[in-house]
């Protein structure tokens, strides 16, 4: 059974431009969470997807968003890029929403903004 | 709100030492606990994973225990290897954000050397 992947490995932006980072979670599995994971910071809550829907976010401006799609892939979208957005992005998938399942991580996305 | 908490921060021991890694969380009405490995620059590989209403979980050289009425779980590292150098994060799926996201602590940076 293959993992959660996540594309591209590596990104490098501009300050003011903006990212796009994948995630494929798990076959079978349909809640989908981002997290970021700063320098210093530890893992923060992004957004979850479960179903096609935004189902919660965390403490993140407007500028963080994203879309689950119907084969429950995810895209995470990163608009006006600032220099504290540099970090390793996550992607999480579980089978249900995670209060009852174990989540399961991807590889993570490292985003450069210089 | 829930709080996650791992002492100590980094830790450094010869191989063949048991070692005991420590998760605190302020907030006892969770639903489950996590343990996770995180190499350098590298994803999340779930370890173990405890539900609220068990006490502890085994996997190999790795024993997990939980006591959800003083909110903490400890990770028991049997017979350290240089291979489990590592970051080891915990997180707990708290009752108060439902289906959220985990609650992560900043993580113990283990060292084992030969």
């Known amino acids: 059974e293959a993992g959660v992947t996540q594309s591209p490995t590596h990104l490098i932006k501009t300050r003011g431009q903006q990212a796009t980072l994948r995630c494929s979670p798990i076959s079978g599995h349909t809640s989908v969470y981002w997290y970021q994971q700063a320098l210093g910071l530890g893992l923060q809550f992004l957004l979850w997807y479960d179903e096609g829907e935004e189902r919660n976010r965390g403490n993140f401006p407007p500028r963080f968003s994203g879309r689950q799609f119907p084969n429950y892939s995810s895209e995470l979208n990163v608009n006006a890029l600032e220099l504290e957005d540099s970090a390793l992005y996550l992607c999480?998938?579980?089978?249900?929403?995670?209060?009852?399942?174990?989540?399961?991580f991807g590889p993570g996305t490292r985003l450069t903004v210089t | 709100k829930q709080e996650v908490t791992q002492i100590p921060a980094a830790l450094s021991v010869p191989e063949g030492e048991n070692l005991v890694l420590n998760c605190s969380f302020t907030?006892?009405?969770?639903?489950?606990l996590q343990w996770f490995r995180q190499d350098p620059g590298k994803g999340l590989t779930s370890l173990l994973l405890?539900?609220?209403?068990?006490r502890e979980q085994t996997s190999g050289r790795l024993n997990a225990s939980l006591d959800k009425s003083s909110g903490r779980s400890t990770l028991y590292i049997a017979a350290s290897q240089p291979g489990d150098s590592a970051t080891y994060l915990c997180a707990v799926s708290s009752q108060d954000q439902a289906g959220t996201a985990l609650i992560f602590g900043k993580g113990t940076t283990l060292s084992v050397s030969s």
């Open positions: 999480a998938s579980s089978r249900g929403q995670v209060s009852f399942r174990e989540q399961y």
């Open positions: 907030d006892s009405a969770i639903y489950n």
């Open positions: 405890i539900q609220s209403s068990q």
